[in-house]
């Protein structure tokens, strides 16, 4: 008769070590495949199953691991709280596209009321709320790219650490915290362009401006004229090769120091106008103010400085 022997087998514990109990040795080599540790120094198996840390599918071309890694989205410093949160949508159907019952859909409008209360609990989280909604709105209007609004999101951040914010406007500040990272970065968006698109004026969106400056000690770059030639170019249908040819005058007037505390957006208008003449093509100074978005004086005086320094034989 035989005797059936039955061996339960008891679950593997998982023990992490950081050296061999063998030989000592802290040199050990985890074998992905077979699960196993082992001394690399005497050989020993310390571990027979380890944990694998990796996701439960496989991926064999760098596209298809993108489009099956599931992930949150980065921390942010254009939302107020950093994109940590969650948040509840208002479609009104679940994963499968199907209409979810009344009862779910009105427990999900209470959860998302009281979802945007907790979010925004204390004063400050209002402020930045605010604020981070404004420079968001200014950013999709003048298309400033993301990295530019992040450098914003930050100015703002410290000028509301430091108190600069109260007895304020919210929106100028943050109109001048754009305008601050746009400086920073080289991005040719004027005051007047961002005044414009914000609710308060270009006044009050340049004190707030000198104040950021004054109490954070930003350095800003000295700006530069041909940022702006191929965005009056644009704006003025002006072909490439007369940009090439503004862009060598530009050159020209730094090394002579001409460009120094000039308007940079005046002194590219009239560098464009110059080289327009000189290929033959016949532009007003008119359409080159108005493209640049400053007056016809600016545009003649900054030419007559550019003729005079540079010594270029073009008629008045």
Known sequence: MEIEERIEEKPAQIIMVDKCPECGSTNLVSDPDTGEVVCSNCGLVIQETTIDKGPEWRAFTQEEKESR????????????????????????????GRK?????KLQMWRLRKW??????????????????????????????????KEKAAVIYRKALDQGLVRGRSIAAIAAASLYAAC??????????????????????????YRLLLRELDLAMPIADPSVYL????????ISGHIQATALKILNEARKKRISAGKDPMGLAAAALYIAAYMAGEKRTQKEI?????????????????????LHLEIPD
Not at 300 to 307: D, E, I, P
């Open 115 to 148: 979802q945007i209360r907790s979010r925004v609990h204390s004063s400050i989280d209002r402020n930045l709320a605010q604020a981070m909604t404004e420079i968001d709105r200014l950013s999709d209007k003048l298309a400033i790219p993301s990295a530019v």
């Open 100 to 104: 979810i019952p009344l009862n779910t």
């Open 69 to 96: 890694s599931r992930v949150g989205i980065p921390t942010s410093f254009s939302v107020h709280d950093k994109g940590l949160s969650t948040a509840i949508d208002r479609i009104d159907r679940d994963a499968l």
């Open 230 to 237: 191929s965005k009056i170019a644009e704006r003025a249908g």
């Open 183 to 208: 400086r920073l970065t080289g991005t040719p968006r004027n005051l007047r362009e961002i005044s414009e698109a914000s609710l308060v004026g270009r006044k009050d969106v340049a004190r707030c």
């Open 289 to 309: 103010a108005d493209a640049a978005g400053v007056t016809e004086v600016t545009v003649r005086n900054r030419y007559k400085t550019l003729k005079r320094q």
